[in-house]
């Protein structure tokens, strides 16, 4: 028995009826960041902030991964809407690459070791473009905008309050960054599901992903913690800590979403936060 729902259910056929309703535009940003950024720019707290720089280090290389994953079925592909926001999903996360190297710019300004972590990332990507099948490669991108479309989830939808705690010149990139995750967050997951359609071999991909997620991400925000000088700072950790596993913390708000992926009729749209997208997307880019 096939676990998820196949491609011609009628729930999967409602789910990919949202999904290809999807306008997902590619937007063009050219940020710039002024000097005086503030070291610790999310909530005034280290950890928090140094987490947020980790990810963003690993952003450019692995958006790259992603286009690469998903080009290698962009040929197979025969339904005209999904070919189009295939293209669309290259475009988007070929800028979220350029802007975020911008971004990490200014880290590396201050001092932080980005580079690094960029580095070590784009390795790991390498090797994975040699050792596993194209079929994994999709899949692990399946995962990874499922981790992304749930993140981004938790700042459009949950705490959208949050987004003020980030500092006023870097708020704009994060927003935009995840509403376009929203906008494409089904797009890897219906070309998995009509070309590979692997369901279990998926959710054992998405263990091994969550867990090189949460090392790679971990090992970078404590070499960028240590290199802070802040590792000691107590009140800064509780207070990040709290903030990401408290009672109402971030990882106990996006949990039941990130679970609903091992489910057995699991599509990103089942999480529909169009409207909430909507509201975002007028008050930063005045898009209706
Ligand atoms: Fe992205
Ligand atoms: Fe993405």
Redesign the pocket.
């Known amino acids: 028995m096939n676990m998820f729902a196949s491609p011609s259910s009628s729930k999967a056929i409602q789910y990919r009826q949202v999904s290809a309703s999807i306008d997902i535009s590619v937007r063009s940003m050219d940020f710039t960041f002024p000097d005086e950024i503030p070291e610790f720019w999310f909530s005034n707290n280290p950890l928090l902030t140094l987490l947020l720089t980790a990810l963003s280090s690993a952003f450019p290389d692995g958006?790259r991964q992603?286009i690469h994953s998903v080009r290698h079925y962009q040929n197979k592909i025969e339904d005209p809407i999904l070919l189009q926001q295939v293209r669309a999903?290259i475009g988007?996360?070929a800028h979220?690459g350029k802007e975020h190297d911008v971004l990490n710019g200014v880290m590396l300004k201050k001092g932080y070791p980005v580079d690094r972590i960029y580095k070590r990332f784009k390795k790991m990507n390498r090797l994975m473009q040699t050792q596993f099948s194209p079929a994994h490669q999709l899949a692990c991108t399946v995962c990874?905008?499922h981790l992304?479309a749930i993140l981004s989830d938790y700042f459009i939808s949950t705490a959208p309050e949050d987004l003020a705690l980030f500092n006023v010149h870097l708020r704009k990139i994060w927003v935009w960054h995840a509403i376009?995750?929203t906008e494409?967050?089904a797009v890897a997951f219906d070309v998995y599901q009509s070309l590979v359609n692997r369901p279990y071999f998926l959710r054992l991909v998405m263990l091994e992903t969550t867990l090189s997620f949460v090392l790679v991400t971990g090992r970078g925000t404590i070499e960028l913690l240590r290199h802070s000088g802040r590792q000691r700072d107590l009140k800064g950790l509780y207070q990040g800590l709290g903030y990401l596993f408290g009672r109402k913390g971030l990882v106990r708000n996006i949990s039941k979403a990130y679970l609903d992926f091992f489910s057995a009729d699991f599509h990103p749209w089942q999480h529909d936060n169009r409207n909430m997208m909507r509201l975002l997307k007028n008050q930063y880019f005045n898009e209706q």
């Open positions: 958006e992603f999903f988007q996360e979220h990874m905008e992304t376009e995750e494409h967050k």
